[in-house]
């Protein structure tokens, strides 16, 4: 099968196109066809370094996975072959997305929106995983709180807006001037431009902040909390606050309601040929990007 492969430590040119062989179900197992596969800033952050938190250069990159089953290994009875599927299986080890097919527990994939197409799906799972397991499992948001959401715009961002806005928030966002409008859109209650504006000025008293930025937004961000209020950090791995995204069956099957039911869509920024997964990286680490960046695996 074809795959990009992180040679090593690097800037983009270090993916690669290579030839592996087609994977295997094992027990409890499904071997998906891949049709696209999300990218996300843990890809080339880590390819920077040349390893995952799991894994080592040489390897195969990328989370989020949306395709079709091909072979389910012994005893998996939850999809069967030709069912179309999606998911963030593995995570932190790379299920390898950026590839033509991956293997890893049923569980960890949920079955595909019929309203959402590969390309969109494939922007779904890390994103919103991470979005979900914040703002409702951890924060447990509830109606009427006031939820700051930093990076507003961008991947993890826009979908968080709207999962606190079907969970009765009052949101509160920062993201750059051009991009208020797409934000309003999203269901915003309030929209601060963090280039001109000091959001602490903007803000009044939160329950809830979730920081994709840290830095000095870590203190300020905290410092806005009322009592007991919640404060979740998922750029810094040292802060106390950090969360890290989790494979989650039930999360997913959160957010398929959610997209069933009208009240969350996956905003595409670019999609990317699986050969230019070097170009989508370069787009990405530029940042300002609207939404979710996805590589188009197979029509």
Do not use: C
Request: aromatic fraction near 6%; avoid cysteine; glycine fraction near 10%.
């Amino acid at each position: 099968m074809r795959a990009m492969s992180v040679q090593g430590p690097g800037g983009p040119e270090v993916l690669t196109e290579v030839e592996l062989p087609k994977p295997e179900p094992g027990a409890v197992e499904i071997l998906v066809r891949v049709h696209a596969a999300g990218v996300n800033p843990t890809d080339w952050k880590a390819r920077a370094r040349g390893r995952t938190m799991a894994t080592s250069a040489p390897y195969v990159p990328g989370y989020d996975v949306s395709g079709v089953v091909e072979a389910v290994g012994t005893g998996v009875r939850m999809f069967a072959p030709g069912d179309e599927v999606f998911g963030m299986p593995l995570f932190p080890n790379p299920p390898g997305a950026y590839a033509e097919y991956v293997v890893a527990p049923p569980r960890h994939f949920a079955r595909k929106p019929a309203s959402l197409d590969h390309v969109t799906a494939a922007g779904l799972p890390l994103a919103g995983l991470t979005a979900w397991q914040s703002l409702v499992d951890h924060a447990n948001v509830q109606p009427g709180q006031r939820v700051l959401i930093h990076a507003a715009a961008g991947g993890v961002g826009h979908l968080a807006v709207q999962i606190a806005k079907s969970r009765g928030a009052h949101v509160i966002a920062t993201a750059s001037a051009a991009k208020h409008d797409f934000v309003r859109g999203l269901g915003a209650d309030e929209v601060i431009d963090y280039r001109t504006k000091d959001f602490t000025e903007e803000t009044g008293e939160l329950d809830v902040v979730l920081d994709t930025i840290a830095g000095d937004y870590a203190a300020k961000s905290r410092s806005l909390l009322r009592p007991g209020g919640t404060y979740i950090s998922l750029a810094d791995p040292t802060d106390e606050a950090f969360l890290l995204v989790e494979p989650d069956h039930a999360g997913m099957l959160a957010l398929v309601d959610l997209v069933e039911h009208k009240q969350l869509t996956v905003t595409l920024d670019s999609v990317f040929p699986l050969a230019d997964a070097a170009k989508a990286h370069e787009h990405g680490e530029k940042g300002g990007s609207t939404g979710k960046i996805v590589l188009k695996v197979a029509d």
